[in-house]
């Protein structure tokens, strides 16, 4: 039996190579399964390549659960961190996800926010599996009131009472973005996503937004300063 869980996600980092020297390795005769949460037409390649008379199982859902209220701040990238910092005084921001695009940021956001009083655990490929464990415990129990993390380490993360998303970074796709989102509002509970916006994600935003078939709100920062 082989499986290939978040297919899509090893296909994005690079491992098609390291796929088909497995697969090599392995009895023609076997059971494949699959797993992928888009189905992109390079996912469509791959099934293809690595099952023979597979059948298709797949699951709709709505784009976005209504539950989730979004808006978009835009901002200058100097000012993220600022802006970060000004969102989350918000005292209802009980339990934030916090998603940057690389593990040196994600590092340098957590240390950030333990310098400003604010307790901040990291998950990304970079740390080991204890310390995701930990990381996500911490999280979990309310010891750790932002956990910052990277999409790849993210794909694993299913923690209840996720009151906030906050995107510091734009995903580089856009149905990334509907995944990130949905780690808030899960069983019937409301949740908030928040995504800080530079003017060279504008682009990426409109991809989003007719993702969704719907504009996003946008809401004008306060009280940011120059640096």
Request: net charge positive; no cysteine; glycine share 4%.
């Amino acid at each position: 039996v082989l499986v290939l869980d978040e297919a899509d996600r090893m296909l994005d980092v690079g491992f098609l190579p390291d796929l088909r020297r497995i697969v090599r390795l392995l009895p023609r005769e076997r059971q494949t399964m699959l797993f992928s949460a888009t189905l992109t037409p390079s996912i469509v390649s791959l099934s293809a390549e690595m099952t023979r008379n597979a059948t298709r199982i797949q699951v709709e859902k709505k784009i976005t659960p209504q539950a989730i209220a979004q808006a978009l701040y835009p901002v200058a990238e100097h000012q993220k961190a600022q802006l970060l910092q000004t969102l989350l005084d918000d005292h209802d921001m009980k339990s934030v996800l916090v998603f940057t695009r690389t593990k040196h940021r994600a590092d340098r956001i957590a240390k950030h926010l333990r310098g400003a009083d604010i307790r901040a655990a990291v998950i990304h490929g970079n740390r080991t599996q204890p310390q995701r464990i930990a990381a996500l415990e911490s999280f979990r129990r309310g010891q750790s009131r932002v956990l910052v993390a990277t999409d790849i380490a993210a794909r694993g993360i299913d923690v209840e009472g996720v009151s906030h998303v906050i995107n510091y970074d734009m995903p580089m796709q856009r149905e990334d973005y509907v995944h990130r989102i949905g780690r808030t509002g899960r069983a019937q509970a409301s949740g908030w996503a928040y995504t800080l916006v530079t003017p060279s994600d504008e682009g990426m935003v409109r991809q989003i937004e007719s993702l969704l078939r719907q504009s996003i709100e946008r809401r004008r920062p306060t009280g940011l300063t120059e640096q």
